[in-house]
């Protein structure tokens, strides 16, 4: 069974600019979380989408912002980017609201120069 | 919402048994405990969960204080891979849609 995948692996970007970071869910899983993990720092909640729908959203501004697809893959939105947006951003999968486990892919590694 | 409090670091032998101490004492009645572990260079993976009882899986257990103010990730055996962030976190039950708050949580050294 393949696992959580996200994409791409890195990704350069300059302040200002906007970054697309996508991620597929394991087969059947219909909750999709978002985090951040900055260094030094523990991860970060940012978002929470299951069945196409926002479930709940982190202590983020609004130029975060992601989507669900009817296929349950999930896309993050990162506008104006500043230099502290810099981080490893982690998605997340979960079978249901009926499961207690998360499982992670290996992250996108974002960097704001 | 209820965070939890780990030691920075912590380190262990080899094959010797491993106690992850967490507290948590602003816990809620319908809190789950959560422990995720991260390796190097990999996202976190689900380590084990538990309400009220203590608990048992293939990777480790979880012993859960009376009060339910602390818990304890046990490893029985730690081995080089047991190398990674141990992570404890709250969580409200599975239909609920909690923020779920993260720490620092333990690095855990193993010693060969």
């Known amino acids: 069974e393949a696992g959580v995948t996200q994409s791409p692996t890195h990704l350069i970007k300059t302040r200002g600019q906007q970054a697309t970071l996508r991620c597929s869910p394991i087969?059947?899983?219909?909750?999709v979380y978002w985090y951040q993990q900055a260094l030094g720092l523990g991860l970060q909640f940012l978002l929470w989408?299951?069945?196409?729908?926002?479930?709940n959203r982190g202590n983020f501004p609004p130029r975060f912002s992601g989507r669900q697809f009817p296929n349950y893959s999930s896309e993050l939105n990162v506008n104006a980017l500043e230099l502290e947006d810099s981080a490893l951003y982690l998605c997340a999968s979960r079978p249901g609201t009926a499961s207690y486990e998360q499982y992670f892919g290996p992250g996108t590694r974002l960097t704001v120069t | 919402d209820a965070k939890t409090t780990q030691p920075n670091s912590m380190e262990s032998n080899e094959e010797e048994p491993v106690h992850l101490p967490c507290n948590h004492s602003t816990i809620s009645g319908t809190d789950y405990i959560h422990w995720y572990r991260q390796l190097p260079s990999q996202g976190p993976e689900y380590v084990i969960h538990?309400?009220?009882?203590?608990v048992n899986n293939r990777m480790a257990s979880l012993a859960i204080a009376e009060d339910r103010k602390s818990s304890t990730l046990i490893l029985h055996r730690a081995t080089l891979r047991d190398a990674a962030v141990y992570y404890c976190?709250?969580?409200?039950?599975?239909?609920?849609?909690?923020?779920?708050?993260w720490g620092l949580g333990t690095s855990l050294a193993v010693n060969p």
């Open positions: 538990g309400l009220t009882s203590n």
């Open positions: 976190i709250l969580t409200g039950d599975a239909g609920n849609n909690r923020k779920l708050i």
């Open positions: 989408y299951d069945e196409g729908e926002e479930r």
């Open positions: 087969s059947g899983h219909t909750s």
